[in-house]
């Protein structure tokens, strides 16, 4: 927190990283899989808000990973359903998902076991920072799997640290 020439609190991305973990930490996961039905449709277990900051997991050798960090002002079934479509190679020619993309090279098409959390709070009311602001602070802080260009680093070293158990 740091404060401008009238004194007043000017809040930081880093002010915001309690609040949002102990969001996270509250948060159910929730069951998704690919629509078959569509090539770019989710089936998500349960209602969700329309717009916020999304996290998805998977189970990977009895150990639940963050696989992605996402965010949107428009609808997280459009956005998941994108991943889906890259991870399952039916994207159009005009659309890319690079994580949906990482997925597929590492984990193939495999679906088993992923869920969602979903921090959903009034984001216009946001002052000094952006939603992108927090979704990259969280990216940086849990350091996803298929976030940023070194997912493969990111995967190797989480799977070195599994088969050491």
């Known amino acids: 927190m740091k404060f401008n020439l009238y004194n007043e609190i000017v809040l930081e991305p880093s002010d915001y990283l309690a609040l949002l973990k102990n969001q996270i930490e509250n948060q159910p996961h929730i069951s998704i899989q690919p629509n078959y039905q569509t090539t770019h449709g989710v089936v998500i277990e349960q209602s969700v808000p329309k717009t916020g900051i999304y996290l ?23 956005r998941i359903g994108r991943y889906f479509a890259a991870a399952r190679n039916t994207q159009r020619f005009d659309e890319n998902h690079p994580a949906g993309e990482k ?16 921090i959903h709070f009034d984001f216009s009311s946001l002052v000094d920072v952006t939603i992108e602001d927090l979704e990259f602070l969280l990216i940086n802080e849990l350091q996803p799997i298929f976030n940023g260009e070194n997912y493969k680093n990111f995967f190797f070293e989480k799977q070195l640290r599994i088969i050491k158990k």
Do not use: A, V
């Open 56 to 78: 998805i997991y998977k189970i990977i050798n009895s150990k639940t990973e963050l696989l992605y960090i996402g965010c949107t002002i428009n609808s997280i079934h459009s």
């Open 103 to 118: 997925h597929r090279e590492i984990l193939n098409e495999d679906f088993d076991d992923m869920t969602i959390k979903f």
